[in-house]
């Protein structure tokens, strides 16, 4: 395993040298010393260090809080504060720089290497998570999928950029509640399988599907297969759906066209003069007599 790269960043000599030599026993490794802030950037920027050991308190136009501060913005590097001082207005400033752990001169050898490795674990854990939130997000705007949020009363919070591309809108969509805008009526016209806010709050699994007869922007009506799930608070309750759309309209129009072209089979069955009957694959028995067969046959 790689030995992590330690920035020291302390504006006195003999310190400096003594946290370099403590550090290498440790078994750090230590590209560089700085003894102000000005150069404690420019050294983050050249050596990209692991970790910065940043002393507070330093000589020159810019202290180590300010110093911290912009190694953190421009180079996503953790910085761990050393200092004598810890006074409260000191303390405040360094806590919103957001500093990935604190130690205090003096200190032994065994608390800097656990300030040292808890702040380097903590780093790579959010830099990782913030690896698979890009990842996800990426995921999300890019899928040729409908994926929309909404909160609990079904006001829209996000749209993906196939939801804004498909349906047309762009971002004055968010704010509108989906019943009325992208879906016209929660029944389906009719079909009682369609997305009810209600019932999907109610729903103890807080899982649910729906098919929705939903409408773009340019009036042209589609068919949208649903998978909702919930998005929860920290206390587990309810705070917005998420929902995944297909676009099903061909299905959906193949389907009408089959029971459109049953029923006139059906109409013709029923009324055609001529004698109609249907034969088993099987064994070629009779399965179905129209009723002019029936009325001129006896059978």
């Known amino acids: 395993m790689a030995r992590a790269r330690i920035l020291v960043v302390e504006d006195e ?11 290498k026993r440790l078994g750090y490794n230590v590209p560089a010393v700085a003894s102000y802030g000005e150069e404690a950037v420019r050294k983050a920027d050249e050596t990209h260090p692991d970790l910065v050991l940043m002393d507070i308190m330093l000589s020159g136009k810019m202290d ?12 996503d590097i953790p910085v ?13 400033r360094a ?15 065994r608390e800097l290497h656990i300030s040292l490795e808890i702040a380097l674990y903590k780093h790579d854990i959010e830099r990782k998570l913030r690896d698979s939130e890009e990842k996800y997000r990426d995921l999300v705007e890019t899928a040729k999928i409908i994926i929309l949020r909404m909160d609990t009363s079904g006001y829209i919070t996000f749209f993906n950029e196939f939801a804004h591309e498909f349906f047309g809108y762009d971002e004055e969509i968010l704010g509108k509640n989906i019943v009325g805008t ?10 009682d399988q369609g997305m009810t806010i209600a019932k999907f709050i109610s729903n103890p699994n807080g899982y649910a599907s729906s098919i929705n007869e939903c409408v773009r922007r340019n009036g042209e009506r589609v068919w949208i297969t649903w998978t909702t799930q919930p998005i929860r608070d920290e206390d587990g309750q309810i705070k ?26 059906r109409t013709v069955f ?7 009957f249907s034969l088993s694959a099987k064994d070629e028995t009779i399965i179905s007599l129209n009723p002019a067969f029936e009325r001129l046959t006896g059978w």
């Not at 459109?260 to 089979?265: F, P």
């Open 13 to 23: 000599g003999i310190v400096a040298i003594d946290i370099q030599n403590r550090l």
């Open 64 to 75: 180590g809080i300010e110093a911290a501060q912009k190694i953190w913005d421009h180079f």
């Open 80 to 92: 761990v504060y050393l200092t004598a001082y810890s006074d409260e207005l000191t303390l405040q």
């Open 95 to 109: 806590k919103v720089t957001a500093p990935f752990g604190y130690i205090v001169k003096p200190f032994e050898d």
């Open 182 to 191: 992208i879906v016209q009526d929660i029944r389906s016209n009719g079909h």
């Open 240 to 265: 917005g759906i998420q929902c995944i759309g297909n676009d099903i309209t061909d299905r959906m129009k193949a389907e009408e066209r089959l029971r459109k072209s049953e029923e006139q089979y």
């Open 270 to 276: 029923e009324i055609a003069p001529d004698l109609i």
